[in-house]
């Protein structure tokens, strides 16, 4: 009873913290998107399925998303990989490097991306100097330019989990299997890789979440195509002012992202429960 | 009353205390701003930020304040969705609110702006009438810019600008209907004084022709500049403003006056603004046309007042557009304000497509 009490006086006001500031202002966002005039309807959500646009705009963020959470993952992965591998102090070095652009405003990286994927930018003038020729390849403003801002930017949120995982493995599995004769891959396949995918899971969800969400890396850098569900909120909220319409798509996210979210849970703990009974 | 306090149960005085602080909390900042801002001699204008920002500043918070005694906060950024959201709550922050004609309408049709009193401007000095809500401030030029080193024929009007095979290169337009569809249907050959009520059909079509050639549909107005100066774009929709801001910093970047976009910016005040009378004193204020001429030496709009006009530098004066010139088109915000979200959407949908 005690210990009871003492939980509640310690989680206590974090969580009423949390429900003044997420709770109630979701609780106004489900109520604008259900409530039109002055009448309880389904009118926006419907609208909204009915709608071209929302459609597209759906099918268009769900590609990005996983097209970057994935390239995050294929870039993230191996840097994760040499970080577990190096001594603690260079480790330490090292991880700087992974913070450095972390902690870099998305505006400022967004802009610096203008600069570098450009027409005439360095990426093709180094090009053109590598060829021999003029060469322009079309980085900006089309999906490309979506995928290489949006990685840089989610790599970090891969190198960290996988790293915990990675580093979480026992060292004396690895000699096990180096004295039974296994050579590198085999030890990467068999080891390393199942051994770390509960951190690749959190990786991948928590990218591909965040992604869902991106706005200003689409905006600056995206082609007419290149729109996303929080492009479409923030057209309904600041051009038509439809609160109705930005509260029903943000109710959507939110329900998306949720129901990814409980459905890798549920992966990760069907995934744990035959490796531990094999370790 | 007459028990003791320590006689109280625990968990009832935990309650009431509880639901106490959580009143206190919700309702605090909102107690708080209130007091702040309804002090006397203050006042809040809502204004655009960077050299904008300085403008204001000094042509008239500065002179306002010397003058009323009354101390004036610039807010960058107006924003409508806030306007509504503090209206809406009755939690008025904002004063006097500095707003683009079609953001504008669609406050006046929502009721987010105090009614004025004609009588305190001079109707008769300014280019375009006073509504029930809203003053017009000024008129900004909207048109196309180039590299004048790198493309020194050209193009000139919005037919030149749609040619893109006398005048190849990548094109970059506004990503909202409003302003790109009027050029639309300029580069169609649609007469500046019959744009209104828009073709939308035709523009449209016009704009399917230009489609595949256009390399940016530009959210953020700076990116209509820099676009052209970083060799991105070859030409790009921007304002005379922009131009002038590139030119002073050294950059060989043209803007082309002979068919040009005139929107109107107006001045509103939020409806329940905590300092009504200030706010209609600084809208009076910012009509007279010596503070008019003062304000567009740094902005190098085109003053609302005619009386300004022969104010403002003669340097700063060749950046201004005739309103009265038949080959420029004068946006109609009334027009926008009844179809802005349905042609929005449209547009956003082709655009996707």
């Known amino acids: 009873m005690t210990q009871k009490k003492d939980a509640l006086l310690y989680v206590g006001p974090a969580t009423l913290f949390l429900f003044l500031v997420i709770l109630v202002p979701l609780g106004f966002v489900a109520w604008t998107s259900l409530h039109t005039g002055d009448s309880w309807s389904f009118a926006a959500y419907t609208q909204l399925f009915e709608s071209v646009l929302f459609r597209r705009t759906l099918w268009t963020t769900f590609e990005i998303s996983i097209l970057a959470s994935l390239g995050s993952l294929l870039l993230g992965y191996p840097v994760a990989l040499h970080l577990a591998r190096v001594s603690a102090r260079k480790r330490a070095i090292y991880m700087v490097l992974v913070l450095i652009p972390f902690w870099t405003s998305i505006l400022v990286k967004s802009f610096a991306f203008t600069v570098l994927l450009g027409r005439s930018g360095m990426v093709n003038t180094f090009l053109s100097w590598l060829a021999g020729s003029p060469v322009e390849v079309p980085m900006l403003f089309n999906r490309l ?105 943000g109710v959507i996210l939110l329900g998306i992202v949720t129901i990814a979210a409980l459905g890798v849970d549920r992966l990760q703990k069907f995934g744990a429960r035959p490796r531990t009974a094999a370790v | 009353m007459s028990k003791p306090v320590t006689a109280l149960p625990r968990r009832r005085f935990l309650q009431a205390s509880g639901s106490t602080m959580l009143a206190a909390a919700i309702g605090a900042p909102m107690i708080l701003t209130s007091k702040t801002s309804r ?153 500046a004084d019959k744009m209104y009520p828009l073709d939308i059909e035709r523009a449209f079509k016009a704009l399917d022709r230009l489609k595949p050639h256009v390399g940016k549909w530009v959210d953020q107005t700076p990116q209509t500049v820099s676009l052209v100066q970083t060799g991105e774009i070859d030409y790009s929709y921007t304002y005379t403003t922009r131009v002038k801001a590139a030119q002073e910093a050294g950059q060989t970047i043209d803007f082309a006056f002979d068919e040009n976009l005139i929107g109107l910016e107006y001045l509103a005040v939020l409806k329940g603004a905590p300092n009504k009378t200030n706010a209609m004193k600084f809208l009076q204020f910012a009509m007279r046309p010596e503070n008019q001429a003062a304000l567009m030496n740094h902005l190098a709009n085109t003053p609302a007042s005619k009386k300004a006009l022969e104010m403002v530098k003669p340097d700063v004066r060749k950046w201004m557009s005739n309103p009265g010139n038949p080959k420029h088109v004068v946006s109609n915000d009334m027009w926008w304000a009844d179809h802005y979200d349905d042609v929005s959407r449209r547009f956003k949908e082709w655009a996707l497509t």
């Open chain 1, 145 to 249: 330019g979506v995928m290489v801002g949006m990685t840089n930017y989610l790599v970090p949120f891969v190198v960290f989990p996988v790293l915990a995982s990675l580093l979480a493995i026992d060292r004396s599995l690895y000699q096990a299997a180096e004295i039974m004769g296994a050579k590198p891959p085999r030890i990467f396949f068999r080891i390393t890789l199942p051994l770390s995918l509960p951190g690749v899971a959190a990786a991948v969800l928590s990218t591909t979440v965040m992604s869902m969400g991106f706005f200003v890396i689409p905006a600056l850098l995206g082609g007419r195509q290149d729109v996303m569900l929080s492009n479409l909120v923030d057209f309904y909220t600041r051009e038509t002012l439809d609160w109705n319409m930005a509260s029903a798509i």
């Open chain 2, 39 to 191: 002090a006397a001699g203050r006042l809040v204008v809502v204004s655009w930020g960077g050299n904008y920002r300085v403008g204001v500043e000094e042509a008239l918070a500065k002179p306002f304040a010397k003058e009323f005694g009354v101390e004036v906060i610039l807010i960058d950024t107006p924003d409508l969705a806030k306007v509504k959201a503090q209206v809406m709550t009755k939690n008025v922050e904002w004063d006097v609110f500095d707003v683009v004609g079609p953001m504008g309408f669609t406050g006046s049709k929502n009721g987010y702006w105090e009614q004025l009193d004609p009588a305190l401007f001079d109707s008769k000095d300014l280019i375009a009438p006073v509504t029930k809500d809203m003053v017009p401030f000024y008129g900004f030029t909207g048109g196309f810019c180039y590299d004048s080193k790198k493309h020194p024929e050209a193009p000139k009007t919005w037919a030149d600008f749609w040619d893109v095979k006398k005048f190849p290169g990548r094109r970059a337009l506004r990503n909202r209907a409003s302003e790109t569809l009027e050029v639309a249907l300029l580069a169609d050959g649609v007469p």
